[in-house]
C-alpha cells in the first residue's frame, strides 16, 4: 500500500494514537487478557497503526456491544464488529475481512431437533445482549423470543432456557465438555466481521480502510493472523 497521507491518520486518531476497541468476549477475534491481548483483531489494530505511523493503544472489552458503545461515545476510533443493520447507523463498515457462524444450542434430550423448530410460541433463546446474533434474532424472530444473558452457556440451569445461541467454535467446545447438550445442525446466520470507525469520518479515511482489509485478505496477512491464534475453524472473507 502507498504512503498514507497525513490527513487519514489525523481524521481517523484525532489524540494522536490510534485507539482500537478490542472484544475479548468473542474468542474466534480475540484472546488473552486486557493488559495482554492476543488474536486477529489486534494483529490488525497493530499493522492499521504502523501504516499510520501511530502507537495504538488496544481498549478491551468482555462484549461486542461494549465496544460499539465505546467507539460511539469516541472512546474509541475502530471497532471491529458483525455487520448489522442497527449498528450501521453510526459505524462505516468495511467488507468482512473473517466470517464465523451463529448456532444454537439446546439440551441433550429436548423436542427441538431442527433451526425453525426453535422459533415458535415459548421458546426462549439466551443471547449475549447486542451480540451480532442478539441483533439478528431481535428482528427476524416471530414467535420465540431472546432472553439477554452475561455467559452463553452457562444459563441453563440457572434460567431454565430452551436454547441458546452463540458463536459455533465455543459453543462447539462447550457441548464436547457437556455431553447433557447437543448442538443444532446447520448454521442460523452467517455473522460478517469488519472493520468500523464513526461515520464522522471523512470518505477518504472510510476507503482507506476498505482497501486496507482487502489489502489484508488477500495477502494472506488475515489467514496466518487466524492461524497463529489457533482459531483454524474461522474463515477468512471473500473478496468485496
Known amino acids: 500500500m502507498s504512503i498514507v497521507p497525513a490527513a487519514i491518520a489525523e481524521d481517523l486518531a484525532p489524540t494522536g494514537s490510534l485507539r482500537a476497541a478490542i472484544n475479548l468476549g468473542n474468542p474466534v477475534l480475540a484472546q488473552g487478557t486486557p493488559t495482554a491481548p ?74 427441538i431437533s431442527t433451526r425453525a423448530e426453535v422459533d415458535r410460541e415459548g421458546v426462549r433463546i439466551g443471547v449475549n445482549e447486542g451480540s451480532a446474533y442478539d441483533l439478528f434474532l431481535s428482528r427476524t424472530l416471530q414467535h420465540a423470543r431472546t432472553v439477554p444473558v452475561e455467559d452463553d452457556v452457562d444459563v441453563f440451569g440457572d434460567l431454565g432456557l430452551e436454547v441458546v445461541a452463540g458463536i459455533r467454535q465455543p459453543m462447539t467446545e462447550f457441548v464436547r465438555s457437556n455431553p447433557e447438550f447437543r448442538l ?28 486496507f482489509i482487502e489489502e489484508l485478505k488477500a495477502s494472506g496477512f488475515v489467514a496466518d493472523a487466524l492461524r497463529r491464534a489457533n482459531q483454524l475453524d474461522a474463515t477468512v472473507a471473500p473478496p468485496a
Open 184 to 211: 443444532i445442525e446447520g448454521r442460523f446466520m452467517e455473522i460478517r466481521q469488519a472493520l468500523g470507525t464513526t461515520r464522522t469520518r471523512g470518505p477518504e479515511t472510510v476507503q482507506f480502510l476498505r482497501s
Open 38 to 111: 492476543t488474536g486477529v483483531t489486534v494483529d490488525i489494530a497493530r499493522e492499521l497503526g504502523s501504516r499510520l505511523g501511530l502507537p495504538v493503544e488496544l481498549v478491551c472489552f468482555d462484549a461486542a456491544r461494549k465496544s460499539f458503545e465505546a467507539m460511539a461515545a469516541g472512546r474509541a476510533d475502530i471497532c471491529f464488529l458483525a455487520i448489522e443493520p442497527a449498528r450501521e447507523a453510526e459505524v462505516a463498515f468495511t467488507a468482512p475481512y473473517v466470517v464465523i457462524e451463529g448456532v444454537f444450542v439446546v439440551p441433550r434430550d429436548s423436542v
